[in-house]
């Protein structure tokens, strides 16, 4: 089973400034690699697929970067809307598809 | 418009059944692969079952294997999970969600549906 690790567990930041996410597999996941965003109540939606392609809808803010095995989710200006909790999304090598544990953004 | 929407969960003593369902429409549903995903209240992700295009191929969570069925009914776009012997640890919101082909993310996902076990 591939473990998918989040960093920070949380990151506080102010409005309009840049976020860096940071997610870790325990092995290559090539760019397999998705991340999405939940705000409370609501169920994840899908923001970052291919590790570094948005979804569709999804604003240009929004970045991601990586392979193998290290990966990177950026927020260029932080929005109100933005503050919520990300997680990362093995999908190279399942059963089972593993998440990461998930990274809070909250405002500074 | 894609929508998935999720029923059937409720509260149910340990060791009981409870039958999940997620009605889809706005897609071919017979094209997409589909699962089972669960978050515990105030935890993360986790993935539970997973169902080919043809019903098929199917995969289970370690944690719900030999205790939960999935399938999916193609004439009523339905997909559903049969839980059985359930535990107080597989209290969650259960959602399902839609992969495109084999190296898909979960693209859509529905509101969920709050399972509850527990005396």
């Known amino acids: 089973e591939i473990v998918m690790t989040q960093s920070p567990a949380t990151l506080s930041v102010s409005p309009g400034e840049r976020a860096t996410l940071s997610c870790r597999a325990s092995?290559?996941?090539?760019?397999?690699l998705a991340w999405y965003q939940q705000k409370p109540g609501q169920a994840p939606r899908l923001l970052i697929y291919?590790?570094?392609t948005r979804a569709t809808g999804i604003p240009a803010r929004f970045s991601g970067g990586g392979s193998g095995t290290e990966f990177t989710l950026t927020i260029s200006s932080l929005q109100s809307e933005d503050f919520a909790v990300y997680y990362c999304q093995q999908y190279d090598n399942w059963p089972p598809w593993t998440f990461g544990q998930g990274t809070k953004v909250e405002i500074k | 418009e894609v929508q998935l929407l999720e029923s059937g969960g409720g509260l149910v003593q340990p060791g009981g059944s409870l039958r999940l369902s997620c009605a889809a429409s706005g897609f071919a549903f017979s094209s997409y692969a589909m699962s089972w995903v669960r978050q515990a209240p105030g935890k993360g992700l986790e993935w539970v079952s997973h169902?080919?295009?043809?019903?098929?191929?199917?995969y289970y969570a370690d944690s719900v294997k030999g205790r939960f069925t999935i399938s999916r009914d193609i004439s009523w776009t339905t997909l559903h999970l049969q839980m059985d012997s359930l535990r107080a640890e597989d209290t969650a919101l259960y959602y399902c969600?839609?992969?495109?082909?084999?190296?898909?993310?979960?693209?859509?996902w529905g509101q969920g549906t709050l399972v509850t076990v527990s005396s």
């Open positions: 291919g590790a570094s």
């Open positions: 969600a839609t992969r495109s082909g084999r190296y898909a993310p979960f693209e859509y």
């Open positions: 092995q290559s996941v090539s760019s397999n």
């Open positions: 169902v080919g295009t043809n019903g098929g191929s199917t």
